[in-house]
DNA sequence: TTGAAAGCGTTACCAC
DNA sequence: GTGGTAACGCTTTCAA
């Protein structure tokens, strides 16, 4: 039962050499010894020692992939990209699950690492810190991040910036003025993500001259997270903003869940936009600023391989434009209407 | 940059073979010697190449795991709880998405098992057919199941029948009698899981004698699914249950959006009932059969590691009892009520 | 307690 | 085209 390749030779009449030539590709074989060869390896159901393949080749024929969370959805989804894209390719995949903070992290980081068990990581979200970005270069293989901040390696990523700005447009565009960006963890290390974000939606306050009428409210960045920052923020109904710019899709959902709660209409009394097009955005109505993680976790895998077969190529970011989906979280802001309807009636 | 234990034995000034015994364990090491090329080898960032340690002693030090959704939360969780366990241990997790159905899945269990790259394999809700158990038995390497059906592989995994009965029960308790069990995907092939849980609604419905009261909703075992089924459900407000047990948390959770959005209060009107305890059950107030997937996922390496250390070691079923955590989506029904309150308008 | 040498299962270089 | 043989980096007898 346990064949290794010179069973394979053996019963193809062939030495070891041309058993493997034949077998993974390499040199010149007679397509008839080759034909043999694999009938022979067919037939006692060789499959080559990974480890052995590894020690002599120097290849692993594996991706690591290191993220902070699972349970998330941008992450799952980028996991599955990824997953799939390597599998195509007859690829493993060995997973991280590097939460900060954790000792989990730190071991990932200072053992795990170090054994150069795959040829390239990939990671995703992972804004390493100082002693973390010395490890991965330390580690000597190629790394390409989904969202990272950093130009030393190669990334992909949505432009957050343009983003955020493009969604707080249009609200603006709307009619709103007082809008509140929910997001960036009121007491963890902010992402860099939600920072981007956060300046994309100012930037476009700015620009629209109501720079003075943004509200930033801080917020885990879940959907009960987005939900306890917006039953905080919707409480009172004097002062809330018409219009809320979630940092993320869970965020606003989060939002959208709490106005129900209290009684407040989305959109008509309270406008709400995201960013992802989350699963569950259809089923909110959620009008959103599209991103597809899997097609993320697949080019990231495409730029590592690219790495990987030329360890010499420089870093290349690639930064894709989220597109805007209208779904109905969005309409113009009430006193807006009110304001118009006045008019209509001193006409 | 490149340094093997070559360049540790060297450094400490001792042979290949010594220094080998001083790092990994093995045999007589004087204390001495033994600091001295632990010293050397933290110098030189010395780790061991996994492939050559691999080769040597016929273990990957590697883990599999296989599923068939990332994205959902039971999935999730248990998938951390396997990361943790295997971290302590020093042990690296491979993971492999099985999506039924799908053309990668055929590949998983047709190339990738195959290769052996692991010591043993954890299949999270697997349910394989035929051909793949035989390709899962050919692989020749132990396997624990966590949510697993069969008996020839050791498993931990909830009472699902159970839980769904006390469940059933809570809601007959309080007064309902036209209940509704949601779950079981319309198109697909039935989960294992929803099988044994609709059973136990069936069985404690039948116990309670109102077996022609109960009711079966299919749904797709998501938020999105179970808020359809829902709406669907909840349309006709003539023959509505007056409860709704789902197949399990994400269902029952849909189905509080939905009662939302119809306007149907929870519990007032409608009460509803889930099983897991998932993140967002405290959100929605939901009453639940709680089961921590964490901790099933770590129970399970502890199993595998236990049959990898003794093959001969037989299988073992570990089955959980889910706890009731109570909450507020659960109250008498409404025609309960008002049958309360004609009787006492009548005393 | 230590060192030399023989594997572990492949690939890859070199003759043939 | 094909077959020896030396790596690959480590563990593990076996002597010393």
Redesign the pocket.
Same mark, same amino acid.
């Given at each position: 039962m &346990?064949s +290794?390749?010179?069973d394979v030779a053996r019963r193809a +009449?062939? %030495?070891? %050499? =041309?058993a %493997?030539?034949a #077998? $993974?590709g @390499? @040199?010149?074989? $007679?397509e008839? =010894?080759r034909s043999r060869v694999r009938r022979a390896a067919y037939e006692i159901g060789?499959a080559? $020692?990974t480890s &052995?393949?590894s #020690? &002599?080749?120097g290849r692993t024929q594996n991706v690591g992939v290191v993220m902070p969370y699972l349970n998330r959805w941008f992450f799952a989804e980028v996991l599955e990209g990824i997953q799939t894209a390597l599998l195509e390719r007859g690829l493993d995949l060995t997973l991280y699950d590097a939460e900060p903070g954790t000792d989990g992290r730190r071991r990932i980081f200072d053992d795990f690492l170090a054994r150069k068990r795959f040829d390239g990581l990939i990671a995703v979200g992972l804004e390493p810190d100082d002693h973390e970005v010395e490890r991965l270069v330390a580690m000597g293989r190629p790394v390409v991040s989904v969202v990272g901040a950093g130009s030393e390696t190669s990334s992909v990523a949505i432009d957050d910036e343009h983003a955020a700005r493009r969604a707080t447009e249009h609200l603006l565009e709307l009619g709103h003025r007082r809008i509140a960006f929910v997001g960036g963890e009121p007491d963890h290390h902010w992402a860099q993500v939600d920072r981007s974000r956060l300046r994309g939606f100012h930037t476009a306050m700015e620009d629209a001259g109501c720079a003075d009428e943004a509200i930033h409210i801080r917020s885990e960045v879940t959907i009960p997270g987005g939900y306890a920052a917006a039953v905080d923020a919707l409480g009172d109904s004097r002062d809330r903003p018409t219009a809320i710019l979630g940092t993320c899709d869970e965020v606003a959902i989060g939002a959208i869940i709490a106005a129900r709660r209290l009684g407040v209409q989305v959109p008509s009394q309270l406008s709400v936009v995201g960013i992802d097009d989350h699963e569950f955005a259809e089923m909110f109505s959620l009008t959103t600023l599209r991103q597809v993680p899997r097609e993320q976790g697949a080019a990231a895998v495409e730029l590592l391989l690219d790495h990987i077969a030329d360890p010499d190529r420089p870093p290349e970011q690639t930064s894709l434009k989220a597109r805007m989906v209208m779904r109905s979280s969005t309409a113009p802001p009430p006193t807006h209407m009110t304001a118009a309807a006045a008019d209509m009636r001193r006409e």
């Open positions: &346990a +290794g390749i010179e +009449g062939v %030495s070891k %050499s =041309t %493997s030539r #077998l $993974s @390499g @040199g010149y074989v $007679s008839e =010894t060789y080559p $020692s &052995a393949v #020690l &002599a080749t």
